[in-house]
């Protein structure tokens, strides 16, 4: 077995040991048993705990059927070593089966930093990154029959537009003051634009705005109807005293099927999966008065969201003025320095606007040729000299700027990690690429903008940059 299926396979154990909150003596001596009978080694059982669960589980899948299936059989007899199997350790066994078996990649599994979903809660969600009629058709009329099959096992069934609706429904007045109450700095216009968001947000914007940007998965982008299942917590330490350690939150999607009644059928199904592994019913109904605001759960948390990172009506965005010299990200402007600020436009240059989707890092992984170092260095004097009172010369190499450079891109992160929210960061931090070779930037192209003398434009323009070629 080789060396990273190992540690997959403590990883998963490991989850499901903790996945109750309680730490058995039967649970521990079963997992002596698997360490020994795998071989795993303490340096194996170390690195584990720096994986998420769908790093393992992709590891897994790796694997020939017969080896999954036995190594699925150690799994569910560790989730009940104690005899009995609760919520979080179903789930979870759910997950493993329904994903390893998958051969049509119906299911996926993916794990996202808790800071950016703050909600914990059992709960299915229906999303889709595009309208589908008829399934938003049968959601409504059968709505009752799905959340109360939920409710049964203790999930909450969210569907975007009856949240909308509940939001509608209740007086303006008394909504527009919890809105002010929450961020009392809010103007009339951002006031408003925050109640007509939440009284009319629907499915696909929020799973393309929200989910995608949140969980940072693109797959959002683009997915088609599924139900979104929260299966459970991750914690991952940090390898370093100078960072923070992380939890994630794991979730599974279910693609829909073109079928009749595909919604109430896909959740029986997996009800009825779910039913199999857990030892105790949780027969359990909530009750939300109406026209309430109900501060909790999955409620709070996109109320939260609006009202955290839509203050001024924007989304993920950068906004550049290039006449006067300002930059804004998220509708809040970023004070930066004229040259902090002509690097970050220079990143995004060679992130968006070039076809190696970063700014190399010239002289360390990837040495640049005589050629490449000249057109960089028409690229960032070029960007400099809009900003320069006095312009730099051609005769000056790229490579007498390398060093400073860093250091303005090492300020600028401070800089941008000091401004934004801790959630959406990445999208605007300038970062390293996977090998280390270069930086880039992560926000989507069509969400930075620019005003220059001849009005505004998408960064990604080629009229504007075709005079730095």
Known sequence: MRHHQKIAIARLISDLIKSDDVICKEEISLYNQIVQSFEISLDELHKSQYISLTESVGYLKNMPADEQLKIYDILKKAAYADNSCVAREALLLQTLSLVLQDKEEKYQLFSTKISGWQNTEKYVM???SDYMHAINEEILEQYDAIANLLHLWKFEFIYIPKIAQSCLDMDRDYLCDIIRYMNPRLSIECLNNLYDQL?????ETY???????TCHQN???NIEPSLLINVGLS??????SACNDNHYINFLTIRLEDEPDSVLNEVRRFIDQYE???TEPEYFRPKRSKNLFHYHGFYKQLFDFL????TNGEENSIFIDLPAHRIWMRGTEIQMSATQLATYIFILHQSFCTHYGGLIKAGQHHPLSEKEVARLGRAFHGICNIFRETPILNTRSYLEDVANIRGYIARIRAIVAHQIDATDVDYYYPKDSADKSMYHIAIDPRKIRMRTSQGEILFTD???WKQLK
């Open 219 to 221: 797959i959002f982008y």
């Open 207 to 213: 799973t393309r705005n929200y989910l995608a940007n």
């Open 126 to 128: 229906y999303i889709e």
């Open 235 to 240: 914690y991952v330490p940090s390898s370093t």
């Open 462 to 464: 080629y009229t504007l």
């Open 199 to 203: 009284t009319s947000i629907n499915t």
């Open 307 to 310: 009202i955290r990172h839509h």
């Open 276 to 278: 199999t592994y857990i």
